[in-house]
């Protein structure tokens, strides 16, 4: 067990449709990161979250968007969802930006299936 | 831009016999850190081992190991020992301090008795 909790473990939806995931770090840990892993595009990052604030992103879509709350949960919001939106998305946390062991520690990942 | 290479889609070992991913890299920094993940059937990616760049010694986790060549951008995994439970698909990846993982396409590896 990682510490990272991700909810739901599993989502099928329609297309066009909206849905939220969501992520809670380790206890401690600052940064947040979403990851999306499908079979054609592999692992790629998509956004990060550094207490609150938003630090980098990557090859996220504009219909997603994401947040980092003061409790530090992130969430994830795909909008007007697409078949090739399906995929497995994962959360990950590190302690902060720069530092600590840099390791970050994946979530189980929510298992996103648009039909 | 970064990025990181995994040549072999799948590989495969008997038990108790040694096997080596490779994973090369392409960076113009002199600071990052290279990792390897493990993912078995149920998606759980799991940190394997970790290298820190500045660091000569090749880094090692019970019957994992690295083989870090800085200069030529290589970093291979070597499994000594396979169990069954070593098989799954392996990801290289890269990063600098505090920014995020890139990941290769990964290797799959089987492990028969």
């Known amino acids: 067990d990682s510490g990272v909790t991700q909810t739901p473990k599993h989502l099928i939806t329609a297309t066009g449709q909206r849905v939220t995931l969501r992520c809670s770090p380790r206890s401690g840990d600052l940064s947040v990161y979403w990851y999306q892993q499908s079979l054609d595009q592999g692992l790629q990052f998509l956004i990060q979250?550094?207490?609150?604030?938003?630090?980098a992103k990557g090859n996220i879509l504009e219909r997603f968007s994401a947040q980092q709350f003061p409790d530090l949960h992130s969430e994830l919001n795909l909008s007007s969802l697409e078949l090739g939106d399906s995929a497995l998305y994962f959360c990950?946390?590190?302690?902060?930006?720069?530092?600590?062991?840099?390791?970050?520690?994946f979530g189980p990942g929510t298992r996103l299936t648009v039909l | 831009a970064q990025t990181v290479t995994q040549s072999q889609p799948e590989m495969s070992v008997q038990e108790a016999e040694t096997v080596t991913l490779s994973c090369t890299y392409d960076?113009?920094?002199?600071?990052?850190?290279l990792f390897w993940y493990k993912q078995p059937p149920s998606r759980q990616m799991i940190l394997v081992i970790r290298q820190e760049a500045y660091k000569q010694q090749n880094a090692t986790e019970n019957r994992f190991s690295v083989n870090f060549q800085k200069a030529a951008k290589s970093f291979s995994l070597k499994i000594s020992d396979s169990q069954l439970g070593d098989a799954a698909m392996y990801f290289c990846a890269y990063s600098q301090a505090g920014t995020a993982l890139i990941f290769g396409k990964g290797t799959t590896l089987s492990v028969s008795s």
């Open positions: 990950a946390s590190s302690v902060g930006a720069g530092q600590g062991t840099h390791e970050q520690f």
């Open positions: 960076t113009s920094e002199s600071d990052y850190y």
């Open positions: 979250y550094y207490n609150g604030e938003e630090r």
